[in-house]
Nanobody, 116 residues
Framework: QVELVESGGGLVQAGGSVRLSCAAS????????MGWYRQAPGKQRELVAV???????NYADSVKGRFTISRDNAKNTVYLQMDSLKPEDTAVYYC??????????WGQGTQVTVSS
């Protein structure tokens, strides 16, 4: 059974930092591309950042220079370090595991609220 469990969300002031974690089980973690998505109220889910099995990263333009995605294959965990947070970063953040775009799994989401 595949499980992705996010943690680390909460309430933070604008300009602050938060680190999200996503612990995976039931998959061969090292071969999966791992991503973070977010969904704000009334908006579609959007890609925030992705890290491939080889460690290459890609970011949405809106978070470049502020967010950093990383992974620890020994711990089956992917992280999202979020700095210089803005109110518009407020959303539910979801962890995603993707292999060949055929095997895709989602976490349950964690709320991040940035107050102005």
């Amino acid at each position: 059974q595949v499980e992705l469990v996010e943690s680390g969300g909460g309430l933070v002031q604008a300009g602050g930092s938060v680190r999200l974690s996503c612990a995976a089980s039931g998959i061969t973690f090292s071969i999966y591309a791992m991503g973070w998505y977010r969904q704000a109220p009334g908006k579609q889910r959007e890609l925030v950042a992705v890290i491939t099995s080889g460690g290459n990263t890609n970011y949405a333009d809106s978070v470049k220079g502020r967010f950093t995605i990383s992974r620890d294959n020994a711990k089956n965990t992917v992280y999202l370090q979020m700095d210089s947070l803005k109110p518009e970063d407020t959303a539910v953040y979801y962890c995603n595991a993707d292999w060949t775009s055929y095997f895709r799994y989602w976490g349950q989401g964690t709320q991040v609220t940035v107050s102005s």
